[in-house]
């Protein structure tokens, strides 16, 4: 052991004297260096742009609605899942309305027997019409009689029992009309009662009905089925969710801004969303501001109308871009990036016509261009074509400068 530690040893010493007795190897001189031909070169500059903050959002359908029943009863079947596309009117859910129909049945009863208690009560009518006009008649008559006997009597031409005799007959003629004018108000009055139940018992009619069609919950309005709360055979009560509808046409995105931000936000305003589950990039329009803020959490709900898409759907995360004010930014042309692995770097062009790479950061991708927040000053010379065949410390003979 104690030998081989010795020799290891030797062999080490003898390395160094041997790396200590070479010549330096001298830099390679700017004149030797590999000549890139035919690149493009610009000068950064610096431009004010929009100073952007990102908030985010989740898209909801404007219109989302919870169906339950008006009644309680039993589900019979359910005629939709979730995710199925239902037009306005269209069928959902039907209930037992056993119970329901017979109210309809009991209220349709009740309005037949009412209807013929007011035919009986017309023919009483037109009885009792009858028998005013005869009794009428017969006071007519005896009125012509009186006065006819009146003459006989002044004339004495009659005696006078026979004169109470006919004067008695007109007043019994005069009480009987009165008394079937009595009779005809009464069976008036009677009518109009029978009318009034007519009128209950068409309600009690229409009010079963509507209790019956209640049985039957149809879709307010076209969209999609997004949840399903209830199964057949359940029992269905007012206020207990059996579905949830919501309009699969128009959605919104909406996004929580903080009050900072929320300042220069307003009606109408077009903001930039970017949706990436959906794959969108569009333009949206601000069309509602919440106007109490949260205090808890200081910020403001803003809403803001997106294009229908048959790829939205309640849920989905999006961002917004929000302007916040103006700055100087430095910006360069995408295809100017160099990307190694994680690292981006660019090609900086110095006075001696060589090119060395920097490590730069990036910001903000727009309109093909990116800023960039730190490697770069302004006024340097980079690289914006042509970038595939320079490596790191070539020489550049630019076609030309662009600006």
Same mark, same amino acid.
Request: with cysteine; glycine share 6%.
């Given at each position: 052991?104690?030998?081989?530690?010795?020799?290891?040893?030797?062999?080490?010493?003898?390395?160094?004297?041997?790396?200590?007795?070479?010549?330096?190897?001298?830099?390679?001189?700017?004149?030797?260096?590999?000549?890139?031909?035919?690149?493009?070169?610009?000068?950064?500059?610096?431009?004010?742009?929009?100073?952007?903050?990102?908030?985010?959002?989740?898209?909801?359908?404007?219109?989302?609605?919870?169906?339950?029943?008006?009644?309680?009863?039993?589900?019979?079947?359910?005629?939709?899942?979730?995710?199925?596309?239902?037009?306005?009117?269209?069928?959902?859910?039907?209930?037992?309305?056993?119970?329901?129909?017979?109210?309809?049945?009991?209220?349709?009863?009740?309005?037949?027997?009412?209807?013929?208690?007011?035919?009986?009560?017309?023919?009483?009518?037109?009885?009792?019409?009858?028998?005013?006009?005869?009794?009428?008649?017969?006071?007519?008559?005896?009125?012509?009689?009186?006065?006819?006997?009146?003459?006989?009597?002044?004339?004495?031409?009659?005696?006078?029992?026979?004169?109470?005799?006919?004067?008695?007959?007109?007043?019994?003629?005069?009480?009987?009309?009165?008394?079937?004018?009595?009779?005809?108000?009464?069976?008036?009055?009677?009518?109009?009662?029978?009318?009034?139940?007519?009128?209950?018992?068409? =309600?009690?009619?229409?009010?079963?009905?509507?209790?019956?069609?209640?049985?039957?919950?149809?879709?307010?309005?076209?969209?999609?089925?997004?949840?399903?709360? =209830?199964?057949?055979?359940?029992?269905?009560?007012?206020?207990?969710?059996?579905?949830?509808?919501?309009?699969?046409?128009?959605?919104?995105?909406? =996004?929580?801004?903080?009050?900072?931000?929320?300042?220069?936000?307003?009606?109408?305003?077009?903001?930039?969303?970017?949706?990436?589950?959906?794959?969108?990039?569009?333009?949206?329009?601000?069309?509602?501001?919440?106007?109490?803020?949260?205090?808890?959490?200081?910020?403001?709900?803003?809403?803001?109308?997106?294009?229908?898409?048959?790829?939205?759907?309640?849920?989905?995360?999006?961002?917004?871009?929000?302007?916040?004010?103006?700055?100087?930014?430095?910006?360069?042309?995408?295809?100017?990036?160099?990307?190694?692995?994680?690292?981006?770097?660019?090609?900086?062009?110095?006075?001696?016509?060589?090119?060395?790479?920097?490590?730069?950061?990036?910001?903000?991708?727009?309109?093909?261009?990116?800023?960039?927040?730190?490697?770069?000053?302004?006024?340097?010379?980079?690289?914006?074509?042509?970038?595939?065949?320079?490596?790191?410390?070539?020489?550049?003979?630019?076609?030309?400068?662009?600006?």
């Amino acid at each position: 052991m104690q030998t081989l530690r010795y020799a290891i040893l030797l062999a080490l010493a003898i390395l160094a004297l041997a790396a200590c007795g070479r010549e330096p190897v001298p830099p390679t001189k700017a004149a030797e260096r590999p000549i890139v031909r035919d690149v493009t070169v610009g000068v950064v500059t610096t431009a004010e742009v929009d100073d952007t903050a990102e908030v985010m959002g989740t898209v909801k359908s404007r219109t989302t609605i919870t169906l339950s029943s008006k009644v309680v009863s039993r589900i019979l079947a359910l005629h939709v899942h979730e995710g199925s596309e239902v037009q306005a009117g269209q069928l959902l859910v039907e209930l037992d309305d056993r119970d329901m129909a017979a109210q309809v049945h009991r209220a349709e009863a009740g309005l037949r027997e009412a209807e013929s208690a007011l035919t009986e009560v017309d023919g009483a009518i037109a009885a009792a019409a009858a028998a005013r006009a005869a009794a009428e008649a017969q006071r007519d008559l005896a009125a012509t009689t009186l006065a006819r006997y009146q003459r006989l009597l002044d004339r004495k031409s009659v005696a006078p029992q026979e004169y109470d005799q006919v004067v008695a007959r007109h007043k019994a003629a005069v009480a009987d009309v009165e008394r079937a004018a009595a009779e005809a108000q009464a069976i008036q009055a009677k009518r109009q009662q029978v009318q009034a139940r007519i009128e209950a018992a068409r =309600a009690e009619v229409t009010s079963a009905q509507v209790m019956q069609s209640y049985a039957r919950i149809a879709a307010p309005i076209s969209g999609v089925i997004t949840t399903k709360h =209830a199964e057949v055979g359940s029992l269905a009560a007012p206020g207990t969710p059996l579905l949830t509808l919501e309009d699969s046409r128009r959605y919104w995105l909406e =996004a929580v801004v903080p009050e900072s931000q929320a300042a220069g936000i307003r009606r109408g305003q077009s903001l930039p969303v970017q949706i990436e589950a959906a794959g969108m990039s569009v333009a949206t329009t601000v069309s509602e501001i919440v106007p109490a803020a949260d205090p808890t959490t200081r910020t403001t709900l803003v809403r803001l109308d997106l294009p229908a898409s048959s790829r939205l759907r309640s849920g989905l995360f999006g961002r917004a871009s929000v302007s916040v004010g103006r700055r100087q930014a430095i910006r360069v042309a995408r295809e100017a990036i160099i990307e190694r692995g994680q690292l981006q770097g660019i090609y900086v062009v110095g006075q001696d016509n060589i090119a060395r790479f920097r490590l730069i950061r990036t910001g903000e991708s727009r309109l093909g261009a990116v800023e960039v927040l730190s490697g770069l000053t302004g006024g340097e010379q980079v690289v914006l074509r042509g970038t595939e065949r320079v490596t790191d410390g070539a020489r550049i003979q630019p076609e030309g400068v662009r600006r």
